[in-house]
Structures are given as C-alpha cells and as structure tokens.
C-alpha cells in the first residue's frame, strides 16, 4: 500500500469487494439500508435476523445468504459466526449489528424480567459480536465490527432510559475491544443514530416529526441511509485508523443544549 498521500486511490478504499461480512437485524429500516450500502461496494452478505422470511428477504434482495438467529443467543451466534467462517473463508471482514429493541417505560416501572430483557437486547448481542467474530477476525488478520448504538446512550430520554444503558454499555465496550482487539487488526466503533425515521417498532407521529425537525439543528429526522453511509465508512479502509469511537449521526442535535438561550450582550 502506497504512503504517498497524493497518490492514494481514496475511492478504491472505500470499496468492500470480495469482502464477507455479517448483518445482524436485517429488517426495514437501518438493516436494510446497510445491507444494500455494503452490497453496492461489493460486499458479500450473510444477512440475519430473528425472522427468517426477513433474513430471506434482505438476503435475495443484497445478493447474500440467509441466516434465522437470536442475536441474544450464545449457541444461535456461535452457529452463525461458523457458517460466516464456512462461507467467507479467508475474505470474512467484518460484523454489523443493528438489533436494539427499546422497550419502554419509566426506569421504576420495569419489572426484572423487562429489566433484564432491555439489557439483553441492547448490551448483549455487542458482547457475543466480541467474543464469538473478534477472535475469529483476528485469526484471519483483522476486521471490522460496527454496532449501532443510540443517542440515548449520551443524554437522557424519558421512557428508555434502560435502553440508554445498554448502548452506553455498548459504547463503553466498543472502547475496551478496539483496546484488546487492537493488536490482532480488529477495529471496533459505534455509529450513534439520533431519530431515525425508518419502518422501526414504534412509528413516529405526524406531531412528533414535527418536534423532532424543530429541535434539530438540521432541521431534519434521519433516514436510515444517514446511518448506512458511516457504517459503510467505518467497515471501509478509509477507516483504517478509526478504532474506539462512537460517530454521533443526528442532525446535530446531541450538541446541542436544552437551557434557554443566553441574552445577547447589551451596549
Ligand atoms: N429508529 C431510530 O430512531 C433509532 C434511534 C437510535 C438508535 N436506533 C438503533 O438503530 C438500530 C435499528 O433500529 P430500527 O428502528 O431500524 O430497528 P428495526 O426494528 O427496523 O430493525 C431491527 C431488526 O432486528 C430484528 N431483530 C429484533 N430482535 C432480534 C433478535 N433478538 N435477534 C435477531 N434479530 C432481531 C428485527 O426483526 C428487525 O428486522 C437499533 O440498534 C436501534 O437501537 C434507532
């Protein structure tokens, strides 16, 4: 690889030909819109999702291969990082993964088993990508894992507040692996969506899009595409020296203060 910086090929490295990688959470929305990102710059997909007529679907349409798995399940995972050794051989590249399920409700209205659910679909499927792909990764010479975290990890949101602690757990741990994994060439960051509006579980109301563009500094919601373009930058080689990192992808609005603003200084 050339050291010359003038006479680098940026577009070539943002390409992903003959790369394998695995899609967790393929569904309408945010998966989808990774999967044809990835596909478009030559990406070989192993598309999965707990609905196995989503997995197909998102498979038949990206041009990948299907797999129906918990992404909260140790033996379901396990399962699915063998076949995307067997599948991709020495070219396996890479993790995404897109499951995050809010369930909310105030912090003091869920019960243990809510409780421990919400951890479990937002923190756990992160720590089974780490240790089931990373090793896997490392062994080939490096890769690249993203997960989608959430605003909700950095400021408070009423009503997903447990939520918020299971991506702020997931940012915590992207910085811990890009440490550990950081010798074996495996990268680790969290693309950090703001309000994504997409085919997700809880629709957003005519009312509330109009909140939403009001607070934002963009004023604008984001589209799953938004998310795609920086997952697809991060898996790239562009990305080569990114490791550690949440990427906050909300219009601007995580900067942004809630207080009044301050009085413009009188003469
Ligand atoms: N939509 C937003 O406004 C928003 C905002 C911030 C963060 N996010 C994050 O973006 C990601 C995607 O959000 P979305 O709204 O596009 O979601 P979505 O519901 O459209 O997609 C999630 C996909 O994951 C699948 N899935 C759910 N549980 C699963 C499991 N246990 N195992 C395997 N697959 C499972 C679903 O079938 C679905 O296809 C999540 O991590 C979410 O936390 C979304």
Redesign the pocket.
């Known amino acids: 690889m050339s050291n010359d910086a003038a006479t680098i090929d940026y577009l070539a490295r943002q390409q992903l030909t003959g790369r394998g990688f695995v899609v967790?959470?393929?569904?309408?929305?945010?998966?989808s819109a990774v999967c044809a990102a990835l596909s478009q710059a030559g990406a070989k997909l192993l598309c999965?999702?707990?609905?196995k007529e989503?997995a197909e679907a998102a498979a038949a349409r990206f041009g990948g291969i299907a797999a129906a798995?918990?992404?909260?399940d140790r033996a379901d995972m396990e399962a699915v990082f063998a076949q995307a050794e067997r599948q991709f051989g020495g070219s396996f590249a890479g993790v995404v993964n897109?499951?995050?399920?809010?369930m909310p409700g105030a912090i003091a209205a869920l019960d243990d088993e809510q409780t421990q659910r919400q951890l479990d679909?937002t923190l756990r499927p992160a720590i089974l990508v780490t240790q089931l792909a990373a090793p896997r990764l490392a062994a080939r010479g490096g890769g690249s894992v993203v997960f989608?975290?959430?605003?909700?990890a950095e400021v408070s949101t009423l009503n997903i507040a447990l939520y918020g602690v299971g991506?702020a757990a997931v940012n915590k741990l992207a910085a811990a692996a890009a440490h550990e994994f950081g010798p074996g060439k495996v990268r680790f960051n969290v693309v950090s969506?703001?309000?994504?509006v997409?085919?997700?579980?809880v629709p957003i109301s005519p009312e509330t899009l109009a909140r939403i563009e009001q607070a934002v500094p963009l004023r604008r919601a984001g589209t799953?595409a938004d998310i795609a373009g920086v997952v697809l930058f991060l898996l790239s080689d562009l990305a080569g020296y990114v490791t550690g990192t949440v990427i906050p992808v909300d219009g601007g609005v995580g900067r942004i203060s809630a207080l009044p603003e301050s009085a413009p200084r009188s003469k």
Request: aromatic content about 0%; hydrophobic content about 45%; overall charge positive.
């Open positions: 967790l959470g393929v569904g309408a929305g945010i998966g999965v999702d707990s609905k989503v798995a918990n992404v909260t897109v499951v995050g399920v809010p679909l989608v975290g959430s605003l909700a991506k969506p703001g309000r994504i997409s085919s997700g579980v799953p």
